[in-house]
């Protein structure tokens, strides 16, 4: 039956993988560099020896392994598209390849949506039936768990919050371009060239090119003006995202993570504001809850043991999580 999984998130920096128990807490993890420079072969050895790295010496006690994977990808079929940072790698079929290394189940999803399954089953989500994941870094990403089960449209590629095309001024743009870390990079960078009086520029050694969300928020967090406007306008981006999110799947809880909620309560309050005032009713956020992640760096390994546990995140989810405190 097995009373274990294997849990690896495959980044274009880090290669992470863990041993889990039933109730998805980790009970061995081994991080190596993805070195993906080198090339497909080498990292998918890589990717092998991680696993091995963590898999029991009886590995009749395994469930089975579980991948988050950078998109695009099909998790239907377990074949990687052309992750960006993962270069060389175009139409890999990881999961078959490592079903016919360890001969036994193996499950690969989209990052975002594996941290969504991660936050319902054993983060600030457990135990929700609609919940939509939102993470706001170096880009948008997102995960949208309805009626307790993970969504992924006809070939995996659903869910991508990120991608909601908005219009800013003139422009044609969406929620990741407008307000995702290096937008907001770029936003402030903008106004220190434009003799903007702000701390930014001396927050960052006076490297313009240090200057990112990281630097913004703590210069917020001081009381620059300047950084100020830009922390409110990602909150405006966002909460606008979320408005549009609430309209069409009218879920119970908003996760959002990624280094740019770091901005703070601050941050939360105002998403909070521009959902009140642009929710077609009160009735689509009276019950709602928005918090930040509740998983920190764990929540990909985490989820991609889920992912095992829920047969890709197709059965119950929220059921699963339900029964997971019997196994604590």
Known sequence: MGDVVIGLDLGGTQIRAARLDLALNILQREDSLTLASEGLDSTLQRIKDAIYAVLPEDRSTVKGIGISAPGPLNPMTGVIVAPPNLPGWHNVPLEQILRDEFDMPVYVGNDANVAALAEVTRGAAKGFRHAIFITVSTG??????????????????????????????????????????????????????????????????????????????????????????????????????????????????????????????PWFDQIWTIVRENALDAAYWRDLEIVPAGLGGAVSIIGAAALVLTEGGQSDVAEFASRLNKYD
């Open 140 to 265: 948008i990403g997102g995960g949208i768990i309805y009626d307790g089960r993970m969504l992924l449209g006809k070939v995996g590629l659903g869910a991508e919050v990120g991608h909601t095309i908005i219009i800013v001024g003139d422009e044609i743009s969406s929620l990741e371009k407008s307000a995702a870390g290096p937008a907001l990079a770029r936003r402030a960078r903008a106004a220190i060239e434009a003799g903007r009086e702000t701390t930014m520029l001396q927050l960052a050694g006076g490297d313009i090119n240090k200057v990112d969300a990281r630097i913004i928020g703590q210069a917020a967090g001081e009381g620059d003006a300047v950084a100020q406007e830009i922390v409110d306008f990602s909150s405006k981006i966002v909460g606008l995202g979320i408005v549009s999110l609430l309209h069409l799947f009218n879920p119970e809880i908003i996760v959002i993570g990624g280094g740019v909620s770091k901005f703070g309560e």
